[in-house]
T-cell receptor, first 111, second 118 residues
Framework: QKEVEQDPGPLSVPEGAIVSLNCTYS??????FMWYRQYSRKGPELLMY????GNKEDGRFTAQVDKSSKYISLFIRDSQPSDSATYLC???????????FGKGTLLTVNP | GAVVSQHPSRVICKSGTSVKIECRSL??????MFWYRQFPKQSLMLMAT?????????EQGVEKDKFLINHASLTLSTLTVTSAHPEDSSFYIC??????????????FGDGTRLSIL
């Protein structure tokens, strides 16, 4: 079993749709959970950063962490064509520890 | 804030050449930086952890003598691909997180270096 599982998609939705992305993990030592967005030929851009369980909202983005289920989610409301990218979940024990990434989900938002 | 700059963004060179890639934290100090490699349509693979003032820690299967890492200051880490060959062609990305904060900080990534060895 891989440490972090993420459905690679691809996922295609119409503009304005609510997008749900998720990852599961097996290592209970993970305390920090991140979602990164990566456009083609660019480095990952931090979208959301959450410590332990709970919800965090930032504009159209909501991140949820359920440590009891080892499950994290990212919701994108009112999706836009500019949201089309690969979304990577990542997690770690602490900031100076290595990140463990999911495979990434390729999202396309169609106008 | 938390900007990481990577240079160069693109390198094309002949087989046997050594290539140096720089990773700088522009508005924060980083005691630890990370180097990743990414193949097309795949996720990031950690190559090594770079620690300021000490030797880098390499992941299993990564050749230390092939990928030389130097982290001489709190804002700069370099990766040198020595005697590069076509199989070293890839997208190399660095990351760093701010040091000295009371709470842990996430890693921020540079924009990557696309290395092509002919």
């Amino acid at each position: 079993q891989k440490e972090v599982e993420q459905d690679p998609g691809p996922l295609s939705v119409p503009e304005g749709a609510i997008v749900s992305l998720n990852c599961t993990y097996s290592n209970s030592a993970f305390q920090y959970f991140m979602w990164y967005r990566q456009y083609s030929r660019k480095g990952p851009e931090l979208l959301m950063y959450t410590y332990s369980s709970g919800n965090k909202e930032d504009g159209r983005f909501t991140a949820q962490v359920d440590k009891s289920s080892k499950y994290i989610s990212l919701f994108i409301r009112d999706s836009q064509p500019s949201d089309s990218a690969t979304y990577l979940c990542a997690m770690t024990r602490g900031s100076n520890y290595k990140l463990t990434f999911g495979k990434g989900t390729l999202l396309t938002v169609n106008p | 804030g938390a900007v990481v700059s990577q240079h160069p963004s693109r390198v094309i060179c002949k087989s046997g050449t050594s290539v140096k890639i720089e990773c700088r934290s522009l508005d924060f100090q980083a005691t630890t930086m990370f180097w990743y490699r990414q193949f097309p349509k795949q996720s990031l693979m950690l190559m090594a952890t770079s620690n300021e003032g000490s030797k880098a820690t390499y992941e299993q299967g990564v050749e230390k003598d092939k990928f030389l890492i130097n982290h001489a200051s709190l804002t700069l880490s370099t990766l040198t691909v020595t005697s590069a060959h076509p199989e070293d062609s890839s997208f190399y990305i660095c990351s760093a997180s701010p040091a000295g904060r009371s709470e842990d900080q996430p890693q921020h990534f540079g924009d990557g270096t696309r290395l092509s060895i002919l």
